[in-house]
T-cell receptor, first 111, second 116 residues
Framework: SAVISQKPSRDICQRGTSLTIQCQVD?????MFWYRQQPGQSLTLIAT?????????ESGFVIDKFPISRPNLTFSTLTVSNMSPEDSSIYLC????????FGQGTRLTVV | GDSVTQMEGPVTLSEEAFLTINCTYT??????LFWYVQYPGEGLQLLLK?????DKGSNKGFEATYRKETTSFHLEKGSVQVSDSAVYFC???????????????FGQGTILTVHP
């Protein structure tokens, strides 16, 4: 099984600022994913990040708001840009092999 | 696209009661099926999985069988404990061979509370 380290684990940010979340996997994986879990809700996929190509975004999510980097097979970042209180959520990264592994999540509060 | 219908909660049980959380899905291709659990204040953990029809995933006394004919993956436990109190998510994962391989579609989650 893969171990995924995600940081920061939590942050409180001012509206209008940006936050970059880092995700490190202890083994090489082809596919990484970023999810959002809004308070009391289920997980929604933001985008798929493959190494060497642009991220693929799900409906309702755009690159300008959630730029993603995937410089190698063990690392990815998600930036939440120009934040508003509606962006307050838990953001999780995931790596998929035979099964999906998740980081501990980043609990973001925008004030 | 893929979708999941999961039993609504919250579910409240007494310790040692029998648990069933229903999950049905629609998916293209041949998905793998997963149950994830989120304990209070913690991250998402894989509880069990099944990768092909009639497979039974099991872990910590929980079981779920991949029923292709009914597109279901119901979670069961014969005797729940207080420590099982958590949120449970059913999630089909897109199978290999497609452009969406690896994506998980999550159900809405079922909150389980077990009382002593």
């Amino acid at each position: 099984s893969a171990v995924i380290s995600q940081k920061p684990s939590r942050d409180i940010c001012q509206r209008g600022t940006s936050l970059t979340i880092q995700c490190q996997v202890d083994s090489q994986v082809t596919m990484m994913f970023w999810y959002r879990q809004q308070p009391g809700q289920s997980l929604t996929l933001i985008a798929t990040a493959n190494q060497g190509s642009e991220a693929t975004y799900e409906s309702g999510f755009v690159i300008d708001k959630f730029p993603i980097s995937r410089p190698n097979l063990t690392f990815s970042t998600l930036t939440v840009s120009n934040m508003s209180p509606e962006d307050s959520s838990i953001y999780l990264c995931s790596a998929r092999g035979v099964e999906a592994f998740f980081g501990q999540g980043t609990r973001l509060t925008v004030v | 696209g893929d979708s999941v219908t999961q039993m609504e909660g919250p579910v409240t049980l007494s310790e040692e009661a029998f648990l069933t959380i229903n999950c049905t899905y629609t998916a293209t291709g041949y998905p793998s099926l997963f149950w994830y659990v989120q304990y209070p204040g913690e991250g998402l953990q894989l509880l069990l999985k099944a990768t092909k029809a009639d497979d039974k995933g099991s872990n910590k006394g929980f079981e779920a069988t991949y029923r292709k004919e009914t597109t279901s993956f119901h979670l069961e436990k014969g005797s729940v404990q207080v420590s099982d109190s958590a949120v449970y998510f059913c999630a089909p994962g897109s199978g290999a061979g497609g452009t969406s391989y690896g994506k998980l579609t999550f159900g809405q989650g079922t909150i389980l509370t077990v009382h002593p």
